[in-house]
C-alpha cells in the first residue's frame, strides 16, 4: 500500500506558546484505518487539523500522495481530505439539516440533481434521512455528530478525518456508525484517521492505532500490539479494552496462559473455547488452564452469546 498522509517532523505551538505536538512523524496507507487514541489535552484534535491544514505548522511538513499540502489549491485539498469536527458547533452553521449538508456539494459545482442525491445518501446512511428539513438548533448533541459525518460523506473524500465521531453517541449508534465508517473503509477504500475515546470499539474495527502522549507518538501498530503494552498504556492515563483488562486479571492473577491477549468478546470466546477440555458432563463444562482445573458450570438456560 502506498502513503496517502504523511507528517515528517511536525511540531506545533499555540499561540499562547503552549508546545503541543513535538516531533510527530507518522505515515497514513491509502485504504488504512488509523486511530488516534491519547488523554485529553494529548493533541489529536490539534494533529487532526493540522493534516487538513486547518491549523499550519512553523516546523515539519505534510505531504498529501506525495505532494507537500503548502502547494495544494485549498479547494482540491478540502475535497480529498474532509474533516469532521469534535464539536459539531464548530462544524453546522446552516439554519437545517439539508442546507448544511448541501453547502460542500453546492460548492463544488454539482448539479442540484447530484446534490440532492448526495444529501439523501448522507442522510440515509447515519440514519437521519427524516431530519432534512430540521433546524439545526433543534438537534440534540448526538443528532448534531450524525449530520456533521453526513456532511462529510456528502463530500465523496479520500480520505476522511474524524474527531471522536462517536461520542456522545447511543451504544447502538456508536457500533452503527462504526460498521458505516468500516464499510466506507473495506468497500469504498476511503481512508480513515480517527481520533477516539471509545477503546473497546478500536480492536473491533480498526486496523492500526497510535497512542499520543503529551504531543508525541508513544506506540505505533496493529491493536493487539499496541494493547499488549498495558503499563505505557496506563502511563498515558489509557485503559486497555475491557476484554484485554479481564484476561490480563486472568493471566497475572489466576495463573491462566493464553497465547495472545483477546481484546474482543468473539476473540475471549474462541481463547475460552481452546482451553483444554478435561471431561464434560451434561450441563457442565470443564476446562483445564492453569495448576488445577477449572470448573465452569454453566446452567442448561445459559446462552453463551457473541
Ligand atoms: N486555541 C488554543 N490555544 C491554546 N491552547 C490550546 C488551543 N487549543 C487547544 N489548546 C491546548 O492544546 C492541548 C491539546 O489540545 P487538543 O484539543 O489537541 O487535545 P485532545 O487530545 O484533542 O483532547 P480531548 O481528548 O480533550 O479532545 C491542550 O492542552 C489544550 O488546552
Ligand atoms: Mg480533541
Request: proline share 5%.
Given at each position: ?47 487532526l487539523?493540522?493534516l487538513n491544514?486547518l ?22 485539498l478540502f475535497r480529498k481530505i474532509c474533516t469532521c469536527f ?5 462544524q ?12 460542500g456539494?453546492?460548492?463544488m ?39 456533521c459525518l453526513?456532511g462529510v460523506l456528502a463530500m465523496g473524500p479520500e480520505v476522511m478525518l474524524l ?27 476511503i481512508t480513515m484517521v ?113
Amino acid at each position: 500500500m502506498v502513503d496517502i498522509l504523511e507528517a515528517k517532523d511536525l511540531h506545533f505551538s499555540y499561540p499562547d506558546g503552549k508546545s503541543v505536538l513535538r516531533s510527530i512523524n507518522l505515515s497514513v496507507k491509502k485504504g488504512e484505518f488509523l486511530g488516534v487514541l491519547g488523554a485529553n489535552g494529548s493533541g489529536k484534535t490539534t494533529l487532526l487539523k493540522i493534516l487538513n491544514h486547518l491549523l499550519k505548522t512553523a516546523k515539519g511538513e505534510i505531504y498529501l500522495e506525495g505532494k507537500n499540502i503548502r502547494s495544494i489549491n485549498k479547494d482540491m485539498l478540502f475535497r480529498k481530505i474532509c474533516t469532521c469536527f469534535q464539536n459539531p458547533d464548530d462544524q453546522l452553521f446552516a439554519s437545517t439539516v439539508g442546507e448544511d449538508i448541501a453547502f460542500g456539494p453546492v460548492n463544488m459545482g454539482l448539479t442540484k440533481e447530484e446534490v440532492s442525491k448526495r444529501i439523501e445518501y448522507a442522510l440515509g446512511a447515519v440514519s437521519m434521512l427524516e431530519f432534512t428539513d430540521k433546524p439545526i438548533h433543534n438537534l440534540s448533541f448526538g443528532e448534531k455528530k450524525r449530520i456533521c459525518l453526513a456532511g462529510v460523506l456528502a463530500m465523496g473524500p479520500e480520505v476522511m478525518l474524524l474527531d471522536e465521531p462517536t461520542s456522545s453517541l447511543d451504544p447502538m449508534g456508536a457500533s452503527a456508525i462504526m460498521r458505516l465508517l468500516r464499510k466506507l473503509n473495506k468497500e469504498n477504500g476511503i481512508t480513515m484517521v480517527m481520533s477516539t475515546h471509545s477503546v473497546d470499539l478500536v480492536p473491533l474495527f480498526i486496523d492500526r492505532v497510535i497512542i499520543l502522549n503529551q504531543g508525541r507518538i508513544i506506540l505505533d501498530g496493529k491493536p493487539e500490539n499496541v494493547f499488549s503494552q498495558a503499563q505505557v498504556i496506563r502511563e498515558a492515563k489509557l485503559r486497555l479494552p475491557r476484554i484485554g483488562h479481564l484476561f490480563e486479571i486472568l493471566r497475572k492473577k489466576d495463573g491462566f496462559n493464553f497465547n495472545s491477549l483477546p481484546l474482543t468478546i468473539g476473540e475471549a470466546r474462541e481463547a475460552i473455547k481452546s482451553l483444554p477440555t478435561v471431561g464434560r458432563a451434561e450441563g457442565d463444562i470443564f476446562r483445564q488452564g492453569y495448576p488445577g482445573t477449572l470448573k465452569r458450570k454453566v446452567s442448561p438456560t445459559t446462552q453463551l452469546t457473541q
